[in-house]
């Protein structure tokens, strides 16, 4: 069975500064994405970035972007120009290919502070 | 395009009752998964629904039950209710096509159970 690890319970940053999440997770699959969620107060579940296992190339939406370490099994994810807005709780969460089931971290509560 | 939505949005049932949640899936979106989440188990998979059959199961009691339509909207059951089951249920749906993106779950706010 997969596991997915967030040693970070919780994290804060300033505005405008940088933070990285770390993630790490467990499988013997070679054929799996992985994801990175977003939780705001309102509950809400949003996707934040997707990583293809097969791919290389680190993935990027904007001011987010990961470090996926294959070998290693790490997926960090690094927000820059950190924003209020990005207050919330971040899942890391992976899927086997084709399996369409999510198993989540336990979370990192990030709090943007002005 | 509207997003998924998940009714009600809240719920107050006693324990040894049942109840039915549902979710409309974003349009176009076939596959529709059901997820727990609770302060102390976090974020568990319930099952996941595409053209009306269950391809995947979480590892839940069979009082959690589910079903798809032929609209690919689901509806989820929980009979005999217990504390325990009381939670944020959401809903996410996918639309399984060639490329990587299918296999993107977009979600919807939550149905919050409690039960007392």
């Known amino acids: 069975a997969q596991t997915v690890t967030q040693s970070q319970p919780e994290m804060s940053v300033q505005e405008a500064e940088t933070v990285t999440l770390s993630c790490t997770y467990d499988t013997s699959e070679n054929n799996y994405y992985l994801f990175w969620y977003k939780q705001p107060p309102s509950r809400q579940m949003i996707l934040v970035i997707r990583q293809e296992a097969y791919k290389q190339q680190n993935a990027t939406e904007n001011r987010f972007s990961v470090n996926f370490q294959k070998a290693a099994k790490s997926f960090s994810l690094k927000i820059s120009d950190s924003q209020l807005g990005d207050t919330a709780m971040y899942f890391c969460a992976f899927m086997k290919g084709s399996n369409y089931k999510l198993t989540f971290g336990k979370g990192t509560l990030l709090t943007v502070n002005p | 395009k509207a997003g998924v939505t998940q009714t009600p949005r809240y719920l107050i049932k006693t324990r040894g009752q049942q109840v039915t949640l549902s979710c409309s899936p974003i349009?176009?979106?076939?596959?529709v998964s059901w997820y727990q989440q609770t302060p102390g188990q976090g974020l568990q998979f319930l099952f996941e629904y595409f053209s009306e059959t269950q391809r995947n199961k979480g590892n839940f009691p069979g009082r959690f039950s589910g079903r798809q339509f032929s609209n690919s909207r689901s509806e989820m059951n929980v009979s005999t209710l217990e504390l325990g089951d009381s939670a944020l249920y959401l809903c996410a749906s996918s639309f399984p096509r060639e490329g990587a993106s299918s296999y993107e779950q977009y979600f919807g706010p939550g149905t919050r159970l409690t039960v007392t």
């Open positions: 349009s176009g979106h076939r596959s």
